[in-house]
């Protein structure tokens, strides 16, 4: 079978660039005037609250694509982004939806923090790039997420007792996953992924590939 990741994969280099326009466009936005810290705090929250939408609409497109790719026949999409957002995730250590705002705050007192002390381009032009990267890394990690949610809930649907751990086959495959490739579990007791962005996947067990 294809890679479940290759629909997300497209979604994410696509939208990636357009993630950074929209910080580079803040950042100019807010050097080319003087604001007060409330018009600072105003500005950035309407651009994270924008990159939330878009990151909202994508990830619901990548989890029907996933849903229906791995058998599923409900319209479930919504309810299954809603439990990725609002669930604790051992793996990141957070709640998607907290940590979006988390990160929204400390950007916002990076850049406050920068403006009082006088707007340096170059190191403001610093803390635009890493807080775009920190976006897209939650995003592609939470849309991988998506994926492994969308397929599991086709699979209890279906009714699926036993599944087989995939493992990418590249340079880049930890040993751990590489281990458990083409293992057999209940469904119920799949272990947690062992690392960020593990693109590992699971099949039905009698599927062919």
Same mark, same amino acid.
């Given at each position: 079978?294809? !890679?479940?990741?290759?629909?997300?994969?497209?979604?994410?280099?696509?939208?990636?660039?357009? #993630?950074?326009?929209?910080?580079?466009?803040?950042?100019?936005?807010?050097?080319?005037?003087?604001?007060?810290?409330?018009?600072?705090?105003?500005?950035?929250?309407?651009?994270?609250?924008?990159?939330?939408?878009?990151?909202?609409?994508?990830?619901?497109?990548?989890?029907?694509?996933?849903?229906?790719?791995?058998?599923?026949?409900?319209?479930?999409?919504?309810?299954?982004?809603?439990?990725?957002?609002?669930?604790?995730?051992?793996?990141?250590?957070?709640?998607?939806?907290?940590?979006?705002?988390?990160?929204?705050?400390?950007?916002?007192?990076?850049?406050?923090?920068?403006?009082?002390?006088?707007?340096?381009?170059?190191?403001?032009?610093?803390?635009?790039?890493?807080?775009?990267?920190?976006? #897209?890394?939650?995003?592609?990690?939470?849309?991988?997420?998506?994926?492994?949610?969308?397929?599991?809930?086709?699979?209890?649907?279906?009714?699926?007792?036993?599944?087989?751990?995939?493992?990418?086959?590249?340079?880049?495959?930890?040993?751990?996953?590489?281990?458990?490739?083409?293992?057999?579990?209940? @469904?119920?007791?799949?272990?947690?992924?062992?690392?960020? !962005?593990?693109?590992?996947? @699971?099949?039905?067990?009698?599927?062919?590939?």
């Amino acid at each position: 079978m294809k !890679n479940p990741y290759q629909y997300l994969d497209r979604r994410l280099e696509a939208v990636e660039p357009r #993630i950074i326009r929209s910080f580079n466009k803040n950042r100019l936005v807010l050097g080319t005037g003087t604001f007060t810290n409330s018009e600072i705090s105003k500005k950035i929250a309407s651009l994270y609250e924008t990159l939330g939408k878009g990151n909202y609409s994508l990830l619901l497109d990548v989890c029907r694509e996933a849903y229906e790719n791995a058998g599923g026949k409900s319209e479930v999409s919504e309810q299954i982004i809603s439990e990725v957002f609002e669930t604790y995730l051992p793996l990141t250590e957070y709640v998607y939806k907290n940590e979006a705002e988390r990160k929204r705050m400390r950007f916002t007192e990076a850049v406050i923090s920068r403006k009082e002390k006088g707007f340096n381009t170059a190191e403001m032009t610093n803390i635009y790039k890493r807080n775009a990267s920190l976006w #897209i890394s939650q995003l592609r990690q939470y849309g991988i997420e998506v994926v492994d949610a969308a397929r599991k809930r086709a699979f209890m649907e279906d009714e699926t007792e036993f599944v087989e751990w995939v493992a990418e086959d590249d340079a880049k495959t930890c040993s751990v996953c590489e281990e458990l490739d083409g293992e057999i579990f209940e @469904l119920s007791k799949v272990p947690d992924k062992p690392h960020r !962005n593990c693109r590992c996947y @699971l099949i039905s067990a009698d599927a062919e590939e």
